[in-house]
């Protein structure tokens, strides 16, 4: 028992250690210009573990580059301030600019009238051409109108305006979009779909990375109808504000020289285009050599995920039993006939508090909840994502563990209580000391099978940024682009995890003795 | 002439429509043993568990040296009332020890050194000592409700009250556990018993009750009980054991 307080103090500990750090790492005071974006966007923006002269540090993630790195760090500069990059899927950006989490997106976002109710664009900073990624060796590699495209299956970004566009050809097949460029390509060279939709640089990107693919261009007037321009959203109302002209201006004095250049020296920057270090060009690489070659390259990348899965996991079970716990042997306590009005009524309203905390957060997705608890207390708490994630997945685990908790005190055998209640110990010490200690060990298989739950499912909180082992997987992925070799990288991670996780608690198992129940299995 | 300890008056107690005490009136004096005899569904364990206030009676008052036990704090008065379950209900997560001090501790407020002492003291006395340190769900049933003796013993009740103590238990492990039960009547214990051992009542008795649905029938010392017999129900009752 002492060895677990401590080792929950040390926990707590870590905790706060870790949430402290994030808080430093992340006041959005007068002297920064945070901006908000994917970093999984080459050329546009990515993330890397090699610093170059263009690149943001994000703290223990690495470091972010890319033409929007390169756009954010003039105009901060202009504007007298330091640079922030925060990461943020691409969901994740409007709610944090709405926030005011970040004071811009510059995330490659092209403005269009429905984003435009949200956002307050600049004029565009980067102007490129639409075209079509295909498989080199199909009929598609050689189309240069759209309209060829009629029949195929074709595929853009989810919520983008890639996708949407689509429709311009007649009597396409439209795929389900997908979220990221790398799962796209996965598609098309499973043959799942013919074409990616995709701005010039990014096709290139593609392309450098997947020598068995081709851009397809198309004639003058032949092409996709649509503003291939992108911009820098500012906080909707802030036009004509003070911020958003100086922003603006500092836009308006990058000239088109410095554009091109920029665009360049991303182009030339951008991960796995270059010749590998070992000599052997990627196309000639082999599933396996591709893998070893992620992992080797992006360890620290997958490291540093796997520290914020983990804080989350153990912070989330841990915290997640307390509120178990006391939610659990709350709606145990039942009315009794002998109870007074009082006692009676305060455990009416505690059995139905405990009922709707269970049915609504174990009634819908963490990922749900996350987004809307996040974004709807931010302006109130001032709280990073990571102490969010933590307090999420804390309350996220509390509905379960007080189901678990509350299963395990009715298994107990009611001659417990009877024999506790019959040498005078109140109903409180007959709980703590008699009834949970053996519903606890009863539900151990239960409780530790949140944990592995935990492991898995603090990915859903890539949402609100929380960089996590997926979230890392994510950008390693949009970096090299290479999805099935980075997830399988990943996968393995995971599973060493969990592995790790169950080997532990079948040793915690062990020692406090084999449940009562054997049928009760995870 | 003896103190009153506990009395019972006009008890009744139902269970949905089943009436289990009709109109029970009894008392217990210090250092009495009482057992209560009568078939199954008499109220007999109904009665015991009225006294101790693991059921809530329906009507009638139950005086603990003639205070009200309403009036008194529960907890308090608990502690004072010891009771043996049939099912021994010895705390599955403590070892021996732990069982016969936790209550000591967290009711009594005795200190851990006080606490221990006193628990090897009623340990010693049903012969479990040696057991101290074992995990209470591994005893046999005969050395499980020892134990639960040896842990309603450490709060010092003034009256005991056993339910069926050795109902539970295998043929062979009976006799241990009335053994205990009668050097304890020897010591001037106050007791009441709810039993089916009819010698074992005999012996250690001073006074006999006998239940049938819901009400004492009769009650008298052992041997009016037992050879007078007045009623035709505790006739009937007392010869089918007989047989």
């Known amino acids: ?522 | 002439m003896d103190t009153t300890i506990i009395k019972v008056e006009h008890l009744k107690k139902s269970f949905g429509k089943q009436e289990v005490l009709k109109d029970v009136n009894f008392h217990i004096d210090k250092g009495e043993v009482i057992s209560i005899l009568g078939s199954s569904g008499s109220g007999k364990s109904t009665l015991l568990r009225c006294i101790n206030l693991l059921e809530n009676p329906d009507g009638g008052c139950i005086y603990f040296h003639d205070k009200d036990v309403k009036s008194l704090e529960l907890n308090q008065y608990r502690s004072k009332v010891g009771m043996v379950f049939q099912s021994f209900n010895l705390f599955d997560n403590m070892n021996v020890l732990e069982n016969c001090m936790i209550g000591q501790i967290k009711v009594l407020k005795r200190n851990k050194q006080e606490a221990k002492e006193k628990a090897m003291l009623y340990l010693e006395k049903v012969g479990m000592s040696d057991f101290a340190s074992k995990p209470s769900t591994q005893l046999s049933g005969g050395q499980k409700q020892r134990v639960a003796i040896a842990r309603a013993l450490c709060m010092d009740p003034e009256v005991l009250l056993f339910d069926e103590p050795t109902s539970a238990l295998d043929p062979e492990m009976v006799e241990e556990v009335l053994k205990v039960i009668q050097d304890l009547a020897k010591e001037g214990l106050t007791m009441a018993i709810v039993t089916h051992e009819m010698q074992f009542a005999k012996d250690v008795s001073k006074r006999i009750i006998f239940m049938d649905q819901g009400v004492i029938v009769e009650e008298g010392t052992p041997e009016e009980v037992f050879e007078h017999t007045k009623h035709d129900r505790t006739k009937a009752f007392l010869h089918r054991f007989k047989q």
Not at chain 1, 24 to 29: G, L, P, Q, T
Not at chain 1, 100 to 124: L, Q, W
Not at chain 1, 315 to 340: H, M, P, Q
Not at chain 1, 390 to 399: D, L
Request: net charge negative; with cysteine; hydrophobic share 40%.
């Open chain 1, 1 to 522: 028992m002492k060895k677990l307080r401590l080792g929950f103090l040390c926990l707590f500990a870590l905790a706060m250690l870790v949430g402290c750090q994030e808080q430093k790492a992340r006041v959005n005071d007068e002297n920064t210009f945070v901006v908000g974006m994917e970093c999984n966007y080459t050329p546009f923006n990515w993330q890397t573990m090699n610093a170059t002269d263009t690149s943001v540090s994000i703290g223990g993630a690495g470091y972010c580059d890319g033409y929007d790195v390169m756009i954010a760090q003039n105009i901060a500069d202009k504007l007298g301030q330091e640079i922030e990059i925060k990461k943020l899927s691409w969901e994740g950006l409007l709610p944090a600019l709405e926030s005011g989490e970040i004071d811009a997106i510059i995330a490659g976002m092209t403005a269009d009238e429905t984003r435009e109710k949200g956002i307050d664009f600049t004029t565009p900073y980067y102007e490129s051409e639409m075209v079509m990624i295909t498989r080199g060796d199909g009929e598609e590699a050689s189309y240069d109108d759209i309209q060829q495209f009629g029949g195929k299956n074709i595929i853009g970004q989810k919520s983008t305006n890639y996708d949407t566009v689509i429709d311009q050809i007649e009597n396409v097949q439209h795929a389900t979009p997908k979220a990221t460029y790398p799962e796209m390509v996965v598609a098309l060279q499973k043959h799942e779909v013919d074409g990616i939709t995709a701005e010039l640089p990014v096709a290139q990107g593609v392309v450098a990375s997947n020598p068995d693919l081709t851009i397809v261009h198309f004639a003058e007037d032949k092409g996709f109808d649509i503003d291939t321009s992108v911009s820098i959203g500012l906080k909707e109302g802030s036009r004509g504000a003070e911020f958003y002209e100086k922003v603006q201006k500092a836009l308006d004095e990058i000239s088109d020289e410095q554009r091109v250049g920029y665009m360049e020296s991303a182009r030339k920057n951008q991960p796995e285009t270059g010749e590998p270090t070992d000599g052997i060009a990627i196309k000639d690489q082999g599933f396996f050599a591709k893998v070893t070659n992620i992992a080797k390259e992006y360890w620290p990348l997958f490291a540093y995920g796997v520290q914020i899965t983990l804080i989350l996991a153990f912070v989330g079970t841990l915290f997640g039993l307390l509120i178990g716990l006391l939610l659990g042997t709350l709606r145990s306590f039942t009315v009794e006939e002998s109870d007074s009005l009082l006692v009676k009524i305060c455990k009416k309203i505690s059995h139905a508090f405990v009922g709707f905390y269970v049915w609504v957060l174990r009634g819908t997705p963490m990922m749900v909840q996350a987004f809307f608890l996040y974004y709807l207390l931010k302006p109130i708490l001032q709280w990073t994502p990571l102490t969010a994630g933590m307090i999420i997945i804390s309350v996220n685990t509390g509905a379960y563990m007080a189901e678990i908790i509350r299963s395990g005190i009715q298994s107990i055998d009611k001659g417990q209580t009877e024999g506790a209640r019959s040498i005078g110990m109140t109903n409180l010490q007959t709980m703590m000391f008699i009834i949970l200690p053996q519903a606890i060990k009863n539900q151990l298989p239960s409780i530790g099978n949140q944990l592995i739950v935990n492991i898995k499912d603090s990915s859903m909180l890539n949402v609100i940024g929380v960089v996590d082992l997926y979230f890392q997987s994510t950008s390693v992925a949009g970096s090299v682009y290479q999805f099935s070799e980075t997830f399988f990288v990943t996968s393995l991670v995971y599973l060493f995890l969990t592995t790790i996780a169950t080997v532990i608690l079948n040793l915690i198992e062990k020692r406090m003795g084999h449940p009562k129940t054997l049928e009760r299995g995870v």
